[in-house]
Antibody
Framework: QVQLQESGPGLVEPSQTLSLTCTVS??????????WSWVRQPAGKGLEWIGH???????NFNPSLKSRVAMSMDTSRNQFSLRLSSVTAADTAIYYC??????????????WGQGTLVTVSS | SYVLTQPPSVSVAPGETARITCGEN??????VHWYQQKPGQAPVLVIY???DRPSGIPERFAGSNSGNSATLTISRVEAGDEADYYC???????????FGGGTKLTVL
């Protein structure tokens, strides 16, 4: 059974960089045609896709966040990571990692990590 | 670019049938996926490829997609089905997902 687990600081100061890691168990992030994704959800609001990374290293980001986002993979640790720079209070949210699979034109997310709350505050 | 429109809320009595719609022009030409998110929990995939159910999802959950609307149908609704439900498609031209705004299902 594939499981994903987010980790990282729960509190980040404004203008600093948010860094999160997703550890995958039960499957290798190096196998298959999956994309490894980050999705966030502000309190009481809907789901917002942040971006994803393929094992090839190819990334794609939400245009509204693209200038501040970076993603990477560490296959030796079976992890992938998110960095979001210059954070503001608007970046306060629950951050989920998820695996997307399907074809190049039809993809869905399964499974999801349990999520981690990141608060941006001084 | 896609904009998926869901009703903010749907209410149904226990044992009845709930229908949650996801609208977009010609959405029938896309594959729609559905997620259930209970309070304080991560989303869970309940329908993919319009109407397929992942293992472990009850047969009470069914999906359909045609024309300008996709529908998640939950039969014999139980109190435990109370949750937010999100539809999702993949925008292949931009290689990114699009989520609906979510529908809160209340079991009366």
């Amino acid at each position: 059974q594939v499981q994903l687990q987010e980790s990282g600081p729960g509190l980040v100061e404004p203008s600093q960089t948010l860094s999160l890691t997703c550890t995958v168990s039960g499957a290798s992030i190096s196998s298959g045609t999956y994309s490894w994704s980050w999705v966030r959800q502000p309190a009481g609001k809907g789901l917002e896709w942040i971006g994803h990374i393929y094992i090839s290293g190819t990334t794609n980001f939400n245009p509204s966040l693209k200038s501040r986002v970076a993603m990477s993979m560490d296959t030796s640790r079976n992890q992938f990571s998110l960095r979001l720079s210059s954070v503001t209070a608007a970046d306060t949210a629950i951050y989920y990692c998820a695996r997307a699979h399907g074809s190049t034109s039809i993809r869905w997310f399964d499974p999801w990590g349990q999520g981690t709350l990141v608060t941006v505050s001084s | 670019s896609y904009v998926l429109t869901q009703p903010p809320s749907v209410s149904v009595a226990p044992g009845e049938t709930a229908r949650i719609t996801c609208g977009e022009n010609n959405i029938g030409s896309k594959s729609v996926h559905w997620y259930q998110q209970k309070p304080g929990q991560a989303p869970v995939l309940v329908i993919y490829y319009d109407s397929d159910r992942p293992s472990g999802i009850p047969e009470r959950f069914a999906g359909s997609n045609s024309g300008n609307s996709a529908t998640l149908t939950i039969s014999r609704v139980e109190a435990g089905d109370e949750a937010d439900y999100y539809c999702q498609v993949w925008d292949s031209s931009s290689d990114h997902p699009v989520f609906g705004g979510g529908t809160k299902l209340t079991v009366l």
